[in-house]
């Protein structure tokens, strides 16, 4: 059978692939970026499915508007503004999840052989989507603060990209957060340079003490003239319930019109029940605590993860403590003739009982090899401690 030449570049992805070998009984799995579904409000997205199916449920369970369902429109206009973002119903489209916003963004701004930045390491599912649409990746470097934003314009002013997409606020799989005085400076660069950036926020609220710094689209309004240069996905996947699917897209007006046209063409529109159980969710006021005990539970985690990978594994391994998200970014060193190949190390490690994903597939090229992704956000404490564990008596 004769497949489009698209597909010719594009791989399966190597996490669902890894997923596949976690069969095992007793493995305790780093390798996931799911949330963890014990502390989904359950009893919220119940009530509000019972109140939008009790109460003139044709419109919800019809078809809907492209653009998304009117009061879920406005209810991510209040919760953006909550946020520090001043953006009206109109200016924003639900899309089924972030991951459709994302793809809607390829299909309209990227053409066979155009430039693409992305951060390294960045998003797999956004190298896969950027790639399938005939991109050109070039990444750029990151540290603790985000992406290195001297390096970053360099790039800019050399390939002139047809866009730079990054996730400023602690990463996947980096988990870094991109500092305030560099995001000021990319919102600058895009005006300087009428280049589209693309900022992913999916983590944005799982903070573990201090809140991060705002978003790129509310520093937008003190920047003059970054707001044509700059698309904003959200979600709430991470924060309420990834199986609802409900994200949506930012985007300078002509930009969101393409995309809603493209959406057509892909879905029609997100499901509108679940779009009316998410605009009812809203209304409950139950978010910021179901969020203030995920966030504590995260931390928890994180700190613990930290504590066990110090003690377990030394200085075989390099890594910087997480502020919020989901992921550790880690580095392995050499040290006393420990492994380097984090691919090797990962097979041994599942033959151990314990899964994470090896760094390589995380860079759009030249991949350093030595790093791995650990995800915190699924395993109890007990089952954290053991799988760290586990994790040093493989690396030897």
Not at 49 to 74: I, K
Request: net charge negative; glycine share 10%; hydrophobic share 45%.
């Amino acid at each position: 059978m004769q497949f489009a030449t698209r597909l010719d570049a594009i791989e399966t992805s190597a996490i669902r692939e890894l997923f596949k070998l976690l069969g095992k009984p007793g493995i305790i799995s780093f390798a996931g970026g799911f949330p963890d579904p014990a502390l989904f409000d359950a009893e919220g997205i119940a009530q509000s499915s019972a109140a939008v199916l009790a109460t003139n449920p044709g419109p919800v369970l019809q078809y809907g508007a492209t653009e998304g369902y009117q009061p879920l429109r406005e209810g991510i206009s209040g919760f953006m503004a909550g946020k520090g973002s001043t953006v009206s119903p109109e200016g924003l489209i639900v899309t089924t999840g972030s991951q459709q916003a994302l793809d809607l963004i390829g299909k309209t701004m990227i053409s066979p052989g155009d430039t693409v930045i992305v951060e390294a390491p960045t998003f797999l599912a956004t190298i896969q989507c950027f790639r399938l649409y005939g991109a050109h990746l070039i990444g750029a470097p990151i540290d603790a603060n985000g992406v290195d934003v001297d390096q970053l314009e360099a790039l800019i002013d050399e390939h002139k990209p047809r866009l730079v997409y990054l996730i400023p606020t602690f990463g996947n799989p980096s988990g870094a957060t991109l500092s305030l005085a560099r995001r000021k400076r990319i919102l600058e660069i895009a005006v300087r340079t009428q280049t589209l950036i693309v900022e992913d926020d999916p983590y944005g609220e799982l903070y573990f003490d201090m809140p991060p710094p705002p978003s790129l689209l509310a520093l937008s309004d003190s920047v003059a003239g970054s707001r044509d240069w700059l698309a904003h996905c959200g979600s709430f996947s991470k924060i309420l319930s990834p199986g609802l699917r409900v994200g949506w897209l930012i985007a300078p007006p002509e930009l969101l019109a393409k995309a809603t046209m493209c959406k057509q063409f892909s879905d029609a529109h997100t499901s509108n029940l679940t779009q009316a159980i998410c605009a009812h969710y809203l209304t409950l006021n139950r978010l910021n605590g179901a969020l203030a005990v995920v966030r504590k539970t995260y931390a928890e985690r994180a700190r613990v993860m930290a504590e066990s990978l110090r003690s377990e594994l030394g200085d075989a391994i390099a890594f910087n403590q997480p502020h919020g998200g989901m992921f550790f970014w880690a580095q392995l060193s050499g040290a006393a003739g420990t492994s380097i190949d984090a691919a090797a190390f990962a097979q041994r490690a599942i033959a151990a009982g314990v899964a994470f994903v090896p760094g390589a597939p995380f860079y759009a090229h030249d991949p350093d090899l030595a790093t791995l992704r650990l995800s915190f956000a699924t395993a109890p404490l007990a089952q954290i401690r053991e799988g760290v564990a586990r994790l040093g008596q493989a690396l030897t």
